[in-house]
């Protein structure tokens, strides 16, 4: 990494993190929803840089299946992401809550909150992220991965634990001009030097010209059902508790799957020209370092680094910081019946364990698409239509919805177990728990009464 663009941007995030110290949060509003102020700008740049720290993934699957990378991580989530800004945000700001377990306590009780805050928690250690921070650091120094995942793991919580959702909000707008910028320099060098469309197309191989990247119907439409895990996103649902207005909660998601639009050209078109630069590359997980490495002169390649660099820790702070609030405030506060202010050291200190579970959870796994797609198998089941129907009039009792996560999860697990990892009988572990919580809670619709 470039010392010079390593050095400014460590002296960005050390800058935050003095500032804070200045200027304290005031309370557990203040410190988990911003004081419910967000603005414009500051709501969709947030949510574009935590939306979108899977960027070696990006990398990952581009260099392995091509161009239906767009189909995998990019459609499916503009759609439920819309679906979610105009049916859904508004709502949740005009609710009073401040997280997804309280939403579910207030419809369904205190065990359906505790059920989903434990699965909430799993799905938000940032393990894929931190991974990630792992590999790009390794790639740029030579140190261990798992030197990589934790300084990368600590110096991204280092600002939240202090100054909660504006340390993450500050940061994220300089990340947000940090990660477009490195692909804004990456993709015209690549396009001027080799030639565009023409010159991709020769050198690809014809699996990554097809639609499905060879793989098959069931292997490209699973990440559909896996992209509903949009509509339970804590991060979103976050923001909007966070937007000044709901004006700001919906048009920020609108504005905000712009610029994923945009961005996803701009990745997608790299990983193309990774993989006809570096055929055989040893990781597909360093696709975008190895090709700036390749193209780039060196202060080109140092602030290209910095830029993902910058794209991971957004979300690593951000999911970080979600999973503290669960962990402390929403699995043990709940459980202790530790009051709202009282709760605040309880996140602070559940920041650490988040950390921790997420570095554990990424050495072991190994692999970012396999951590995305276990994680979404199983949380995507157990969450969904209780949260769906929590914005409904429908009233389901509160041991049927508790019931109907726990089998759906199970049900998931199992199957994820019976297969390997994989699809057991040839069919996707996210598909049999989708049908149980659909069964269980369809049945308790029949005759339930409207709030």
């Not at 692909?183 to 001027?192: I, N």
Request: aromatic letters at 14%; hydrophobic letters at 55%.
């Amino acid at each position: 990494m470039n010392s010079l663009a390593g050095v400014v941007y460590a002296a960005f995030l050390l800058f935050v993190v003095l500032r804070l110290f200045r200027k304290p949060t005031t309370g557990a509003v203040d410190y988990i929803v911003a004081g419910r102020r967000l603005t414009l700008p500051a709501f969709t740049a947030s949510l574009v840089t935590t939306w979108y720290g899977g960027i070696l993934g990006v990398g990952e699957y581009t260099w392995t299946y091509g161009i239906s990378n767009w189909l995998v991580f990019g459609v499916p989530y503009y759609l439920y992401a819309g679906i979610f800004a105009f049916f859904i945000a508004a709502r949740a700001r005009r609710s009073r809550v401040l997280t997804l377990p309280d939403l579910l306590e207030d419809r369904y009780g205190r065990p359906a909150a505790l059920a989903g805050a434990g699965i909430l928690f799993v799905m938000t250690a940032p393990a894929a992220y931190v991974l990630m921070l792992g590999v790009l650091v390794n790639f740029a120094t030579g140190w261990p991965l798992w030197v990589g995942v934790v300084l990368g793991t600590l110096l991204s919580i280092g600002y939240v634990f202090r100054g909660g959702l504006r340390a993450v909000v500050a940061t994220d707008m300089v990340q947000f001009f940090l990660m477009f910028l490195a692909f804004l320099v990456l993709v015209p060098v690549c396009v001027s030097r080799f030639g565009g469309w023409s010159f991709l197309q020769a050198g690809l191989p014809a699996e990554h010209l097809k639609w499905d990247g060879g793989l098959g119907f069931q292997a490209i439409a699973v990440w559909y059902f896996i992209a509903l895990s949009t509509l339970v996103e804590p991060a979103f649902y976050q923001r909007c508790y966070a937007a000044r207005t709901e004006k700001t909660a919906k048009w920020g998601i609108v504005a905000a799957i712009g610029f994923w639009i945009v961005f996803d050209l701009l990745t997608t078109t790299a990983g193309l020209y990774a993989r006809v630069l570096l055929p055989d590359l040893a990781d597909p997980l360093q696709a975008f370092p190895a090709l700036a490495g390749l193209v780039l002169p060196s202060f080109w390649q140092g602030i290209f680094t910095v830029g993902l660099l910058a794209t991971i820790m957004s979300t690593v702070d951000s999911y970080a910081f979600i999973g503290s609030i669960t962990l402390g405030r929403d699995l043990i506060g709940r459980w202790r019946g530790v009051g709202e202010e009282e709760s605040l050291p309880w996140i602070r200190w559940s920041l650490v364990a988040t950390a921790v579970v997420a570095v554990v959870l990424a050495l072991w796994a190994g692999s970012v698409i396999a951590l995305w797609k276990t994680l979404g198998s199983i949380g995507t089941p157990m969450l969904l239509l209780p949260l769906v129907l929590a914005h409904t009039r429908r009233r389901v009792s509160g041991g049927r919805v508790l019931w109907a996560m726990l089998l759906s999860g199970g049900v998931s697990v199992v199957w994820l177990v019976l297969g390997g990892g994989g699809p057991w009988l040839g069919v996707e572990a996210i598909f049999p728990g989708l049908a149980v919580s659909v069964g269980v809670l369809g049945v308790g619709l029949f005759g339930a009464k409207n709030y």
